[in-house]
């Protein structure tokens, strides 16, 4: 029902950036709410950001806000994180989310579809 690659990941400097992409197919994919999440090692998967459907409303966690911007085309078939300005905390495993059944949609739980993910590794 939902097929997903995910790219764009890779070994940046801190204060680089990287665009990930999350390319899907299928009608779940394109008619449904779209997230970023991310898992350090060790550590439990956490929010990036979110863009709704129909309105394209986009919500970031408070340590990305202001250097990250998450999008979609206007085919509904990718959906994009811009990182800007990077930083090593910013280290981790990038997950695309799709279709959100509940809520908070900050929690990993809410979402059904998951990408298999693309590393992200910032260096000092």
């Known amino acids: 029902q939902v097929q997903m690659v995910e790219s764009g990941g890779g070994l940046v400097q801190a204060g680089g950036s990287l665009r990930l992409s999350c390319a899907g197919s299928?009608?779940?994919?394109?008619?449904?709410?779209k997230a970023w999440f991310r898992q350090a090692p060790g550590k439990e998967r956490e929010f990036v950001a979110r863009?709704?459907?129909?309105?394209?409303?986009?919500t970031y966690a408070e340590s990305v806000k202001g250097r990250f911007a998450i999008s979609r085309d206007n085919a509904k078939t990718t959906v994009y994180l811009q990182m800007n300005n990077l930083k090593v905390e910013d280290t981790a495993v990038y997950y695309c989310?799709?279709?959100?059944?509940?809520?908070?949609?900050?929690?990993?739980?809410?979402?059904?579809?998951w990408g298999q993910g693309t590393q992200v590794t910032v260096s000092s």
């Open positions: 863009i709704t459907v129909s309105d394209t409303i986009t």
């Open positions: 989310a799709v279709r959100n059944t509940g809520s908070p949609y900050t929690l990993p739980r809410t979402w059904a579809y």
């Open positions: 299928g009608r779940t994919f394109s008619g449904s709410s």
